[in-house]
Structures are given as structure tokens and as C-alpha cells.
């Protein structure tokens, strides 16, 4: 299968989008564009499945390579492996919600949903990328259309958010950088030829001198795309300002982003730094766990508390990654694919009842189960599956990052995992107070009495997402067999080198 | 002979010959159509620019004064691409001006100066060509003749060009007493690195940076370019800089290579300086052009990086950024040259709400700017990526720290022109404009130029494979 195709389909809807007259015409191409997504992703699971059943055991597969910049080195090269299927198919599902739940929009609409799907494009190409370079390149190109969509179409301050959260992803992408050209110059000599094509760089074992030195750009650098903890602050604001289609992309798929490059560049290419800094990052992703949770029990805005509730959670996907045992990694990608399912649902679910009721206030909210029962549903088995109720996708991504950080012996270890493990504690409080307070009970405003409930893109976009947490949550297994491969790699490269 | 003469000289005796055709109108015609006028030159230029493209051999002419190579050639069908899309740009404000001939005659005139300065084997040539392009720069700055803003632009211009020159003839004195030579091959044998080859080469380094507005003799930039008309600012700030960066370069990669361990700490200092004075001024400028000058001085900042890396990453990186700049700088000045020509409105406050009236323009800036702060897909991120990627190639990771880090202070003052023109609005916008033939053409240029450069990755192969490094 040409992987290209992936980045191209996006591109070509946004360009027919612009192209379109009417905002229906907008509006069904786009879908038709994320639903041609969405079947090309299944399809290269199924590709995947079948080259493997066949015994194709090569690191990655349906690589392309192309010269991009030969002098330099520097070539266009994708590939997917396991993980690469996973997230782009959980990005492939996120954006045809966010298509559906976005059918609203009437200001712009015909920008509205180039830039979104010029978004995606970008994310996919991230996830394909088996050259560095083209993995940054793939990295910055989101970050415009994030502060376009916050600025014009978000709510609340819309401007500080936008702009806090352009200048804080371009600050990562900049310590990316410093990271990336490092890597590149210790590769090959001191004359070169240097490489960006990341699997020969983990085939040359980096000096352990260089990797301390690159390693805190890196994983700092995609870190602050992932919330890590003193660098989470663009999270909040951001999300909260974005428009519903917007937040779902940035907490459901542009965070993951950041997971995905600590896991396979940084940890990946330096396991020797990696290792020494794994108190560290232990630290911090506690800290981001414990205050994350805390945080949001103050929340009084249910957009924000999904936003702090993020950083919490995304805690969780670097305390698997620092704690490097392969069940903890296991655990911290399956979080990423739950959590970007789950707070895509939860978001999906804010801007539903926003539409309806124009607050996002707690306090101001209530009785909605009996006015929209569909709109109610989904919010709780969102709001479950962030407290990790069994059966659905949270409780198994927690429950193997738990399992997995117990195996690493050390007291502090053990000190993490059980102030994580505490952590789902207060989870649990705020969300039953939020769901309770504004599911439960009366109706609060008489006003809301007449309130229709989820139309029928609506109910799609719920019923998509809810179907990806569910499937993780009931059969598990199947997700983390097609992680295992990728994992292993990883896991072996970290191995060889102790 | 004279055939290789006239062949390896073709881009300056195109020139020259528009110049002198510009002269005989003036001279024996009593009446011409201004609109005919503006389409000729545009075509000579485009003729050129084609001509351009045909191979060349390289040739030493005139005992070594003027030599050429391919890669001079297409440095200077770079220019002459850059000029060709001002002039469509500047089709609007020429066609209501009183002089459009001397506008022509000026411009042009820079043009050779450009050229020759450029082909220079000599320090003489290279000091003549200099000049030629410099006096006509303050002349054509002043073009707005009713604007008193303009005329102080350009007696600023004058007074710091003749100081700057001053500087860089004091330099090239010196140094030809230090080596009895002024040929590039034959000074570059003779120096050793003594303190007074050195003091020599230091005034010949502020010469150039005067030029190429590099802090701290960049004080004339900000005023020069708010007062002089928008299509001379562009001028100024791609073309002329452009034109220095590539002789700064070859100078600094041929003759000076010897005392390449003294100027590259001397370099890494005024790239630092320049990028952080730049960006911080930029922060608070409420005038677009402003705004764009104080950026064209941190990008100066930029490229000064990417000359330290001082191999043929370096070499590349410069000339592959300066086409890059030609177009989104272009594409900015070209915007704002628009609107100024048919609203008189510069600031940034005036943009407010400028998509809801004129969305074409609004994407045609928002590329332009993205492109000049090095976003991807644009051609600029590749740009600023090879830039630093080749300063980085000395090792030292605090200095393209610090540059990585001015990519996110320039962000922030980009993306507010962004912020005003998408995201705010005002009861008054600047309303609906029309653009006419040729500046659409010129933005089609620029667009396409900032969109392809990058993508087709050989481009940079081809300018790499003609530069040169140590």
C-alpha cells in the first residue's frame, strides 16, 4: 500500500474543500474525505495483519523512500510499524468525529474545515515518518492551523490561548530541533555522510556522551507537546478556547504526538540516556499525575476540567515511558490511543451540550439525562472510561502502565506507582461530581426542558468513539498484538545496550 | 573574443541596453504612454531573466576584473527574478507617478552595480560596482516627492552608505598595503593573520555590515525603510541585501579564508546580536513596514549563521534562503505595497478585519509571513532549517540554541499581523480591492515560489552542487 496516499487524501479534500460552493457542499466532502480516511486506515490494518500472518517480520512495513534533499541526506521515507497503525487509525477516527460534531459551524465554514483537515494531514504524516526530517517537518506544520482555529472560531480568550499555545508548541519544536541536528552530526563521523533516517541512527548505538547531552532536548521538546509537567500551562487555555472539533484534534491526537516522539526518538534512539534519566521523567510525570487531578477537582467549567483532567492523564503516558519496561510502555501507548478516544468522546460530548445549553458551567447544569438521554450517554461512558471503569479502554491502559511500573524495583519507583494508582482516587471525584451534578437530579433551568437531543451526525460521531473505547476496553488484546512488535523493538534496542 | 565577451556579460548588456533604450526615450521622445512603457521593461526583464538560464562557461574577462561562473550567473538571475517581480509589483504606483522613466533609470542602474559587484574578481571592481548600485539606491529612496519622510529616508541612506563606504574603502586600502595585491585569488596567497591584515579585514567587515544591516550599524534600517516608498523598502531589504550576502560570502570564503578562525567567533557574535536586537525591536512596531524592516534585520541574523558554518552546507544554505527571502519577502512588501498605493493605510491596527474583505490578499500575506517565519510547508522552514543546520555544523549547540529560540520570539510578532488581519476586525476596514493584471501575476510568482522552493527538494541539490566551502 502506498503510505503517501495517507497524507494525500487529506490534502486533496482541503484543497476540494476550498473549492467548494455552499457550505452543505463543505460539509459532505469533508465527511467523504475522513470517511475515505478512515476505510484507508482499516485497510492497512488489514494489510498489516495479512503481510504479517504471511511471516513479513521487517521492522516496518510498505517503506517508500524518496530524495528530498540529497546533498544533506535528508529523504522523504515512511514506513508503519504497529504503533504507526494504531495511532493513525485512532487519528483517522477522531477526525471523522470531529468532522461529524462540527457540522454546526456556520462562520467560515469552508476554512473552518480546510485547516482541520490540513491539520490531520499533518498528524499522519508524523506517524509515518521513518525520517527525522520529515518527521519535523510533519511536526510544525500543525502548529498554525491550531492557532488559526483557536483565534477565529474559539471562545473565552481566544487570542492569549491561541497565541500561548502557538508560541509554547514552536519553543518544543525548537528544542526538537536543537535535538534533531545533534543527533544528525553525531552520526557517521566527523565528515559524514550524516543520516536522519532514524533506524540506522538506533542501529549505530550513539556514544552514551552525546545522548545525555541531545536527550533532555528531545524529550523536553516533544514533552511540551504532551503536557509535561512545568510545561503543561498551553494546555488548559488552549483546549478550553478551541472550538469542539479543535479540541478534540489537539487533546486527542496533537498531544500524542509529543508521547509518540518521546517514546520513538528519544527513547528509542538514546536508551542509554534514556535510562539515566528515567527519574526524572518519573518525577515529573507524578507530579503532573497528582497535580493534574488535583487541579481539576477546582474546576468549576467542564471544558476545563477535561483539560486538566489531560494533563493528568497524559502523566500517565510518560510515567509508562519513563518507568521503560516493556508492559509500561505497552500500557503508556495503549493510554495514548484511550485517552485520545476518551477525551475526543468527553469533548465531543462539552460541545453537544454547549450547543444546547450556552454554559459549560457545573453549576449551572442538570437534569440533562431526561432532556438528552443520547448526549447524557456518552458523557458518562466518556467520563467512565477517565475514571478507568473496567470494561471500557481507561481501565486497561491504566491497569498495564500500573502493572508494568511495579515491575521496575526501586523505592521510589514503587512511590510513583502508588501515588499514580492514588491518583484515580480523585479522578473518581471529580468526574462522578461533574457527571453527577449536571447528568442527576432536576433539571436546573426550566429553559432546558425543550432542548432537542443529538441529531444524527451527532449521535455518529458518539457511537464512533464510543464504539474505538469499548472495543479496547472488552477485547484487549488485539491492540496491544499490534503493538507488540513495535514494542519490542524498542525493548530489544534498550536491552542490547545494557 | 568578443563573442565570449558578449556572452559571458549578457545579464549586464541586457541591462545596460534597457538603460540606454530608457535614455533615448527620454531623450528624443515628447510623448510616451506610461503603461507601454512599464510593460516593455517588464518584458526586457523577463527576456533576461530566460536568457539566464542558458549555460555558461566560466570566464576570467578583463585580467581577472570580472569574472563568471555558473553560479554567479544564477545568483544574478536571482536578483533579476526579484527585481522583475518588484517592478510588476510596483505597476499600480508607477502608473500615477510623474517620473516613471528616472524610476527605471535609478532602479536599473543598481541593478548592474549589483551585477558587477557580484561578478567582481577584484577588490577595485567590487568597491565600483558597490558604488554604481548605492548612490542611485538614496536617490530612488527619496522617490516619494511629496513626502518629507521620504527625502529624510533618503539623506539617512546617503550619509551611512558613505560612511559605511568610507569604512570599506579605508579597509581595502589597508589591505592592499598589507598585500600589494587587490585580486581575490592573489590576496587570499598573501595573508598571514598579522594584526594589521586583521584590523584591515575588521573595517572591511563593518563596510559589509552597514550593507547588510547587521547590529550594531543597523540604525539607518528602520527609518530608511518606513520612510522610503514600499517598493523601494522591498528593494532595499531583498535585492540590495541579497546582492552584499552573496559578495559578502565569496569574500569571506575566498580571500578571507585564511583568517576563517577570526571572523567565524566575530560572526557568531553579530548573528547573535542581530537576531535578538531585531526580533525585540519588532516586538512593539505598530507600522507594518517597520515591522518587516526590524524582521529583515533579525533574518540578516539568520543567514549570518548559517555563513559561519563556513563549508558548502553553508554556502547553500545562504543562497538557497536569499531566493527563499526574494519570494516571501516579496510576497509581504507586495501585499503591503498594495494596499498602500490604493488605501494609504500602513499600520498594523488598518489590517484588522482584512480577511472579511479581501480574503486572496489575507492567505497571500498569511503564506508570505509563515513562509518568513519558518513554517512548514512553506519553502521559508527549509530555508531557516539548512540555515542552521549548517551553523550547527561547527558544534556549537548554544549558539543555534539561541537562534532556534529567536524563531519563537519572531514568531510571536508574525503571527500578531496574522491575529489582526484574521482574527480581529474593526467598523472601518479597508475595503474590497481590486488587483490588477500584473501584480496578480507577481503574487502567483511569489506564492508558487514560496510553496514549491521547498518541496522540490532540487532546487537546493542544484545550488549546492555549484557552491563552494572549505
Redesign the interface.
Known amino acids: 500500500m502506498n503510505l503517501s496516499l495517507l497524507v494525500l487524501v487529506p490534502l486533496i479534500t482541503a484543497i476540494a474543500v476550498l473549492f467548494c460552493r455552499g457550505l452543505n457542499g463543505v460539509r459532505w466532502v469533508s465527511l467523504a474525505g475522513a470517511s475515505v480516511q478512515l476505510l484507508l486506515s482499516f485497510g492497512l490494518l488489514a494489510l498489516y495483519w495479512k503481510e504479517r500472518a504471511a511471516g513479513n517480520s521487517a521492522a516496518m512495513l510498505f517503506e517508500y523512500r524518496h ?6 541526506n ?1 529523504w522523504y521515507h515512511v514506513g508503519v510499524d504497529g504503533i504507526s497503525i494504531a495511532m493513525i487509525l485512532l487519528t483517522a477516527l477522531v477526525m471523522e468525529a470531529a468532522i461529524l460534531v462540527s457540522w454546526s459551524i456556520r462562520t467560515m465554514g469552508k476554512e473552518f474545515f480546510a485547516l482541520l483537515l490540513f491539520l490531520s494531514a499533518g498528524a499522519y504524516g508524523f506517524f509515518l515518518s521513518l525520517d527525522l ?1 520529515t518527521l519535523f ?2 511536526l ?2 500543525s ?2 492551523p491550531k ?2 482555529l483557536i ?2 472560531w474559539g471562545s473565552g480568550r ?2 492569549y490561548s ?2 500561548k499555545l ?2 509554547m508548541l ?2 518544543g519544536s ?2 526538537v ?2 535535538g534533531l ?2 543527533l ?2 553525531s552520526t557517521g563521523g566527523a565528515t559524514g555522510p550524516h543520516t536522519f533516517d532514524w533506524q540506522r541512527i538506533a542501529q549505530m548505538q550513539l556514544p552514551a556522551e552525546v545522548q545525555r ?1 541531545f536527550f533532555p532536548f528531545l524529550f523536553v521538546g516533544f514533552g511540551i507537546f504532551t503536557a509535561l509537567f512545568p510545561l503543561h500551562t498551553w494546555v488548559p487555555d488552549g483546549h478550553s478556547s478551541a472550538p469542539t472539533a479543535a479540541s478534540m484534534f489537539l487533546a486527542g491526537i496533537s498531544m500524542k504526538l509529543g508521547g509518540y516522539g518521546c517514546l520513538r526518538v528519544a527513547v528509542y534512539l538514546m536508551p542509554i540516556a534514556a535510562r539515566e534519566y528515567s527519574p526524572v521523567i518519573i518525577l515529573l510525570a507524578t507530579i503532573a499525575i497528582v497535580y493534574g487531578a488535583f487541579a481539576t477537582m477546582m474546576q468549576k467549567d467542564l471544558k476545563y476540567i477535561n483539560a486538566y483532567s489531560s494533563i493528568s492523564h497524559c502523566g500517565f503516558i510518560l510515567l509508562g515511558i519513563g518507568m521503560l519496561t516493556r508492559t509500561a510502555i505497552t500500557g503508556a501507548v495503549i493510554q495514548m490511543i484511550s485517552h485520545g478516544l476518551m477525551t475526543a468522546l468527553f469533548f465531543a460530548a462539552i460541545g453537544m451540550i454547549y450547543d444546547r445549553t450556552h454554559t459549560r458551567l457545573v453549576a449551572q447544569l442538570g437534569g440533562l439525562l431526561k432532556i438528552m438521554p443520547f448526549i447524557s450517554t456518552i458523557f458518562v461512558i466518556a467520563g467512565l472510561c477517565s475514571l478507568g471503569l473496567p470494561g471500557l479502554s481507561g481501565f486497561v491502559a491504566e491497569i498495564t502502565v500500573f502493572m508494568g511500573s511495579w515491575q521496575r524495583a526501586g523505592e521510589m519507583y514503587r512511590l510513583a506507582t502508588v501515588l499514580a494508582c492514588a491518583s484515580i482516587v480523585i479522578t473518581a471525584v471529580y468526574i462522578l461530581r461533574a457527571t453527577g451534578k449536571s447528568i442527576m437530579g432536576p433539571v436546573s433551568d426550566p429553559q432546558y426542558n425543550g432542548l432537542a437531543d443529538a441529531t444524527w451526525n451527532e449521535k455518529l460521531a458518539g457511537i464512533l468513539l464510543g464504539a474505538g473505547i469499548i472495543a479496547i476496553g472488552v477485547a484487549p488484546f488485539w491492540l496491544s498484538d499490534l503493538l507488540a512488535s513495535g514494542i519490542g523493538a524498542i525493548m530489544d534496542h534498550a536491552i542490547i545496550i545494557k | 573574443m568578443w563573442a565570449g565577451i558578449i556572452f559571458s556579460l549578457r545579464q549586464e548588456l541586457i541591462v545596460t541596453g534597457i538603460i540606454f533604450l530608457l535614455l533615448f526615450i527620454k531623450v528624443r521622445a515628447t510623448e510616451y504612454k506610461t503603461g507601454v512603457l512599464l510593460n516593455l521593461v517588464n518584458l526586457l526583464l523577463l527576456v533576461n531573466f530566460v536568457l539566464g538560464f542558458f549555460g555558461c562557461q566560466d570566464a576570467a574577462l578583463f585580467n581577472g576584473m570580472f569574472h563568471t561562473n555558473k553560479l554567479l550567473v544564477l545568483e544574478k538571475n536571482m536578483l533579476n527574478l526579484g527585481t522583475l517581480i518588484i517592478s510588476l509589483q510596483a505597476y499600480d504606483w508607477l502608473k500615477g507617478h510623474r517620473q516613471v522613466l528616472e524610476f527605471y533609470l535609478l532602479l536599473l542602474a543598481t541593478l548592474v552595480g549589483f551585477f558587477f559587484m557580484i561578478s567582481a574578481g577584484n577588490l577595485l571592481m567590487f568597491y565600483l560596482g558597490l558604488e554604481l548600485s548605492t548612490i542611485p539606491l538614496a536617490a530612488l529612496s527619496s522617490f516619494d516627492l511629496e513626502k518629507r519622510r521620504s527625502s529624510e529616508a533618503a539623506m539617512k541612506f546617503i550619509m551611512s552608505s558613505a560612511f559605511s563606504s568610507a569604512l570599506l574603502l579605508f579597509g581595502i586600502s589597508l589591505l592592499y598595503g598589507a598585500t600589494g595585491t587587490l585580486g581575490f585569488d592573489t590576496i587570499a596567497q598573501r595573508l598571514d593573520g598579522s594584526a594589521f591584515q586583521l584590523f584591515a579585514f575588521i573595517l572591511i567587515l563593518s563596510g559589509f555590515a552597514f550593507k547588510i544591516s547587521v547590529v550594531p550599524f543597523h540604525l539607518w534600517t528602520a527609518d530608511v525603510y518606513e520612510g522610503s516608498p514600499v517598493t523601494v523598502t522591498a528593494y532595499l531589504s531583498v535585492i540590495s541585501k541579497g546582492a552584499v550576502f552573496f559578495v559578502f560570502i565569496q569574500v569571506l570564503y575566498t580571500i578571507f579564508k585564511p583568517l576563517a578562525g577570526n571572523w567565524y567567533r566575530i560572526l557568531v557574535l553579530l548573528s547573535i546580536l542581530t537576531m535578538v536586537t531585531g526580533n525585540l525591536f519588532a516586538l512593539r512596531q505598530d507600522k507594518l513596514k517597520r515591522l518587516l524592516a526590524f524582521s529583515s534585520i533579525a533574518q540578516s541574523g539568520f543567514i549570518l549563521a548559517g555563513i559561519t558554518g563556513s563549508s558548502r552546507t553553508g554556502d547553500a544554505s545562504v543562497i538557497y534562503f536569499i531566493l527563499v527571502y526574494i519570494f516571501s519577502n516579496l510576497g509581504a512588501f507586495g501585499v503591503v505595497s498594495l494596499i498602500s498605493a490604493q488605501t494609504g493605510k500602513e499600520s498594523i491596527d488598518d489590517y484588522k478585519g482584512l480577511y472579511a474583505t479581501n480574503p486572496l490578499l489575507s492567505w497571500i500575506m498569511a503564506i508570505s509571513l509563515f513562509s518568513l517565519a519558518g513554517i512548514p510547508p512553506t519553502a521559508g522552514f527549509f530555508g531557516k532549517f539548512f540555515l542552521l543546520m549548517a551553523g550547527a555544523g561547527k558544534g556549537n549547540y548554544v549558539f543555534i540554541g539561541i537562534a532556534a529560540l529567536n524563531m519563537v520570539i519572531s514568531l510571536y510578532y508574525y503571527l500578531r499581523v496574522i491575529k489582526a488581519i484574521f482574527m480581529d476586525s474593526q467598523p472601518e476596514p479597508i475595503g474590497k480591492l481590486k488587483i490588477p493584471l500584473l501584480p496578480n501575476i507577481a503574487f502567483l510568482v511569489c506564492v508558487a515560489g514560496i510553496i514549491m522552493t521547498g518541496l522540490m527538494g532540487w532546487i537546493y541539490d542544484y545550488i549546492y552542487s555549484l557552491s563552494i566551502g572549505f
Do not use: Q
Open positions: 530524495t528530498w534533499f540529497l546533498p544533506l535528508i526530517f517537518f510533519f510544525e506544520v502548529v498554525i492557532f488559526l483565534g477565529v481566544k487570542d491561541a497565541m502557538a508560541l514552536m519553543g525548537a528544542l530541533f536543537i541536528l545533534g544528525y552530526y547531552k
